[in-house]
């Protein structure tokens, strides 16, 4: 990996945990996805619960970014596995913020 390529993957890092500060602490609720405030019982639980889940997928992209830049180019395989693991746990489980 070239310096470039861990710049822009740690921009994508910084980006994922800007939407989760914007989501968790500013309660900015249109950043989520599907978000219907009807549905929705607990705004703050539902906002705590993407936002921690988002802070730790920013993480996970700078840790990749980092294997990566040391040559563990096999790391991408494993951050798509674990990053579509998230996205469906965040899907299953904030039904339990709704009615």
């Given at each position: 990996?070239?310096?470039?390529?861990?710049a822009?993957?740690?921009?994508?890092?910084?980006?994922?945990?800007?939407?989760?500060?914007?989501?968790?602490?500013?309660?900015?609720?249109?950043?989520?996805?599907?978000?219907?405030?009807?549905?929705?019982?607990?705004?703050?639980?539902?906002?705590?619960?993407?936002?921690?889940?988002?802070?730790a997928?920013?993480?996970?992209?700078?840790?990749?970014?980092?294997?990566d830049?040391?040559?563990?180019?096999?790391?991408?395989?494993?951050?798509?596995?674990?990053?579509?693991?998230s996205?469906?746990?965040?899907?299953?489980?904030?039904?339990?913020?709704?009615?």
């Amino acid at each position: 990996m070239t310096i470039e390529r861990l710049a822009i993957v740690s921009a994508s890092g910084v980006f994922i945990a800007v939407l989760g500060y914007l989501i968790k602490n500013k309660g900015m609720m249109n950043l989520i996805a599907g978000y219907d405030s009807s549905e929705v019982s607990d705004d703050v639980g539902l906002a705590n619960f993407i936002g921690r889940n988002l802070y730790a997928i920013a993480a996970l992209t700078f840790c990749v970014g980092v294997f990566d830049y040391y040559g563990f180019e096999q790391i991408w395989i494993i951050y798509v596995i674990i990053l579509f693991g998230s996205v469906v746990w965040m899907s299953r489980h904030s039904g339990q913020y709704t009615h």
